[in-house]
């Protein structure tokens, strides 16, 4: 259950923080709610990994759906990843890390 | 044991973050992922719909209200009480819809692709700062900013981009800088100059003198005025006025000209393609169905996206213009207002010359003229790279201008220097044609703004509602002697330079000729009466011909007559050199893919037509051809410019033994029937190879590959289209170059009718439906019936969005 709501509380609060600020503020959430949710360092990573890449994932997919893939085409040309996939990726990696270091700065030894 | 997990943990997070919150360079460039990919500001952020709100802007600097009016293809309709927020509305909007191209087109100007791209645009960058193309810029700042209507216009336009600049986060950046990581700068005025000086680049540097200087030498005189004459007789002249020029021509003192002799080893510059060029016509009441004058302009340009041209309409209580305009400069430059329509096609003349200086020494401080050692001038340019560093490159100049190749910059002997003088360097003053067009009335109002311009020379084709047609070829001539400006110039005497310049009112102009046409097509500008000595890198020899033919021959003219006329394919050239072909082969003789390209190139009614086979046919054979008849002038250095198509053409109906004929490297000596079935078999080889590798029919459009590229060569943002037509027809579109930007204005009494179209959109965004949107129109030969009205109320049944723009306190 402590995932679970690892996973919701780090989308919702990187939802709020990055719709005003850079891309990069989630993390901070994502260390943050790994903090104080304890999970051990593993559940964590994915946890946080969960909450900001679903999050990404969600928002393009709503971007790529309502402009009919008008641009999501063009720059998977570009890219060597799938455009949708790489940004859950990034924005997950980015999460579980930030989720990890939080999780074993909370834990007691 | 924690804190060392904690550390290794904080150490990978920051690392990530910082890895993807930058660009990095392994082998090719990748954007700062992070940023680029975030859903709440990256490149996402750059999708739009295509349906689009209204919009209400605060913009520093406006006087009133500006009531901005989108159509259903994102065509601004700019509504403002004075001429100031007119301009400043431009600005705004062009910025808002084409600011990355604008900005990187200026950048490209200013040779200061590095900064965006790397070092690899280098020699790109040297070459532009190299030939004075910012020199050029600030010498048409100056005049610019002499003139006070002038200087506010561009002060206005300045402004408003950088309104819209000023708005702008990361998220609302174009996306463009978010691939490449990089952010806008403030516009200057400056760019506009550098922007009209790449369209003088573009169009008016075409020369040969180092070609014809070194054909020369290897062929000598009497071989070269055959292979390169000045006068081919081939065209119809835009203006036949024969025996009637009835003015005192300036006459310079006859000195004979001293042609050179020698070879210079420089490598050829670099040329625009010979399918640069353009169309425009205008046909009087007297052949039109509604009695009133329908004028046309087609100008041919290598097709990019997003588009050269940006279309927009401009309503003030001083003016009210609509037509295509350049994102980067105010005004608009083809188009129409209530009572006239002008065009534009490229005036081909030389414009170029080429002064061999002799330097004191190596320092290259002083240089010979008359007798006198003059000093140079050095200005060091310097370029920065986008990894931050930097490179510093002198480039001197004399009075002459620039001396763009030395033993620092492709040039070879260090004996040969030359300066490079061209009209484009002179102060200029284009803008002030621009607003006195866009406000003109009538035929006195278009004389008298065309008499401010003076670079890029075009011919400016001009209708009124008033029912009157002109023709003007406008531009800043020198005056030259029989055969000046072919070769390269002693740069020593001041003799050999530039004395006089044509006065206007001595141009090459007519106004309702009896044919009750006017038209050009970047053809040999006069009847050889003119008194004039003119001369170019080349005159078109066939479009023109086929434009008039068809002119001459319509009556009751409906404007889709003439859009018609604008897409005609009717393949000229072929059609006069085919039949002539086909008979030095024995048909009898020929076996397999060989019969059947007979068959097909037989049979072929010359229009180069979407899905004719034997176009290719005949394209293939001609580019076989060519080569193999110019073979002695196939090599890099000394750099020879080929004979016009049509006079091999020529050569080859009357001269069948020239020597050209004889092929290099064999032991037979061969004739014009010898290479013709040579070619033949190579060219079909060629299709054979095309129709194995794509398994398909060589249809037309299909073997040409129609390619519109996005100015960064992405192909991603780039299109593959399948038109007809071709370099030398009237539906001008190669591979890459075409008309882009077709427009037919009817001068109706009771109110302007105008249709346009471009291949691209009016969104610079990849990510717009509005990018691309009116390309398959265009590839389809469709055309955009325009909504020209004078208030936004009138709007109302074509408006998809409005932009309300009010001043900023």
């Known amino acids: ?109 | 044991m924690k804190i060392i997990k904690v550390g290794v943990s904080a150490f990978v997070t920051i690392g990530l973050i910082y890895f993807l919150n930058n660009s990095w360079n392994v082998g090719s460039p990748i954007p700062p992922l992070g940023k680029f990919l975030d859903p709440f500001h990256g490149f996402w952020k750059n999708a739009e719909n295509v349906k689009i709100g209204d919009e209400v802007g605060q913009i520093p600097g406006l006087k009133e209200r500006v009531v901005i009016v989108y159509d259903s293809v994102l065509i601004p309709h700019i509504y403002a009480q004075n001429d100031d927020d007119l301009y400043l509305a431009q600005g705004y909007i062009t910025a808002k819809n084409r600011l990355w191209q604008m900005e990187f087109q200026t950048h490209a100007g200013a040779g200061r692709v590095s900064e965006i791209v790397g070092e690899a645009a280098l020699d790109f960058d040297r070459g532009q700062r190299r030939l004075g193309m910012v020199y050029a810029a600030e010498n048409s700042l100056k005049s610019m900013e002499a003139d006070p209507v002038a200087n506010s216009m561009v002060n206005a336009y300045t402004r408003g981009i950088n309104a819209y600049i000023q708005s702008l986060d990361y998220e609302s950046l174009p996306v463009e800088y978010k691939l490449l990581g990089y952010k806008p700068e403030s516009w200057t005025n400056l760019k506009c100059g550098l922007l009209l000086k790449s369209m003088a680049k573009t169009l008016n540097l075409g020369e040969k003198d180092l070609e014809m200087t070194n054909a020369l030498h290897l062929f000598g005189k009497e071989t070269l005025d055959i292979l390169y004459p000045d006068y081919e007789g081939a065209s119809d002249p835009i203006v036949d006025n024969a025996g009637n020029w009835k003015f005192t021509p300036i006459a310079l003192d006859s000195l004979p000209l001293a042609l050179p002799d020698e070879l210079v080893s420089l490598p050829p510059r670099e040329k625009s393609s010979p399918d640069i060029g353009s169309n425009n016509w205008a046909v009087s009441g007297k052949k039109t169905k509604t009695g009133s004058p329908i004028l046309c302009n087609d100008p041919h340009l290598e097709l990019n996206l997003p588009s050269i041209w940006y279309v927009i309409h401009l309503n003030s209580p001083t003016v009210n213009v609509m037509g295509a305009s350049l994102p980067g400069a105010p005004a608009v430059i083809s188009g129409f207002n209530d009572s006239i329509a002008w065009g534009v096609t490229n005036a081909q003349r030389d414009l170029v010359d080429w002064y061999k200086i002799k330097f004191k020494d190596a320092a290259k401080n002083e240089y010979l003229s008359d007798g006198v050692w003059k000093p140079t001038k050095k200005a060091v340019e310097k370029f920065l790279f986008k990894n931050g560093e930097s490179f510093y490159d002198t480039v001197v100049y004399t009075h002459h201008g620039p001396v763009p190749y030395d033993e620092t910059y492709h040039g070879d002997d260090e004996k040969n220097h030359f300066a490079f003088r061209w009209i484009a360097h002179d102060p200029s003053e284009e803008i002030i044609t621009f607003y006195k067009l866009n406000r003109g009335k009538n035929h006195e109002d278009y004389q008298r703004a065309l008499d401010h311009y003076s670079s890029p020379a075009q011919n400016f084709v001009f209708a009124s509602v008033s029912g009157d047609i002109a023709m003007r070829i406008q531009g800043k001539y020198p005056v030259r002697r029989k055969e000046e400006g072919k070769f390269l110039l002693d740069g020593t005497k001041t003799s050999t330079e530039w004395k006089a310049f044509i006065p206007n009112e001595q141009n090459v102009m007519h106004k309702n000729p009896t044919r009750e046409f006017v038209s050009s097509a970047n053809q040999y500008p006069a009847d050889i009466t003119y008194p004039y000595y003119v001369t170019a890198t080349s005159f078109e020899d066939y479009r023109n011909r086929r434009i008039n033919q068809r002119l001459a021959e319509i009556n009751d003219i409906t404007p889709q007559d003439l859009m018609d006329l604008q897409l005609d394919n009717y393949n000229l050239k072929a059609a006069e050199s085919l039949p002539l072909f086909l008979s030095y082969l024995d048909s009898t003789q020929l076996k397999g893919s060989e019969a059947v390209a007979y068959q097909k190139l037989k049979s072929w009614n010359y229009y180069n037509s979407v899905e004719s086979e034997g176009a290719s046919y005949y394209e293939a054979w001609l580019r076989a051809l060519l080569p193999m008849i110019w073979d002695e002038m196939a090599a890099e250095k000394p750099a020879l410019d080929w004979p016009t198509t049509y006079m091999t053409f020529r050569f080859i109906k009357e001269k069948p033994d020239f020597s050209f004929f004889d092929i290099q490297g064999t032991p037979e000596k061969e004739n014009a029937g010898d290479i013709i079935r040579k070619s033949f078999s190579e060219g079909v080889a060629v299709i054979d190879k095309w129709k194995e590798e794509k398994k398909k029919d060589p249809a037309w459009a299909d073997y040409k590959d129609g390619y519109v590229q996005h100015l960064l060569r992405q192909e991603a943002f780039s299109y593959h289209i399948k038109h007809g037509g071709n370099g030398s027809i009237v539906n001008a579109h190669s591979r890459r170059n075409g008309p882009s930007w077709r427009m037919v204005v009817s001068l109706e009494k009771s109110g302007i009718k105008a249709w346009g179209i471009y291949p691209g959109g009016q969104s610079g965004n990849p990510g717009s439906p509005y990018y691309n949107n009116l390309l398959p129109l265009w590839t389809e030969g469709k055309y955009f019936s325009f909504h020209f009205t004078s208030s936004p109320e009138l709007m109302q049944t074509s408006k998809m969005a409005t932009l309300t723009l009010t001043p900023k306190k």
């Open chain 1, 1 to 109: 259950m402590k995932f679970v709501y690892q996973v919701i509380i780090t989308a919702v609060g990187a939802f709020v923080l990055q719709t005003f600020l850079p891309w990069w503020t989630g993390t901070i959430v994502a260390a943050g709610v790994g903090y104080y949710i304890g999970n051990n360092g593993l559940l964590s990573f994915f946890g946080g990994f969960l909450g900001i890449g679903l999050l990404w994932l969600g928002m393009a997919l709503f971007i790529d759906v309502s402009t009919q893939s008008i641009l999501t085409e063009k720059i998977n040309r570009i890219l060597p990843l799938n455009s949708i996939l790489l940004t859950t990726l990034v924005g997950g990696l980015v999460g579980g890390f930030a989720a990890l270091t939080g999780a074993l700065l909370s834990k007691k030894q």
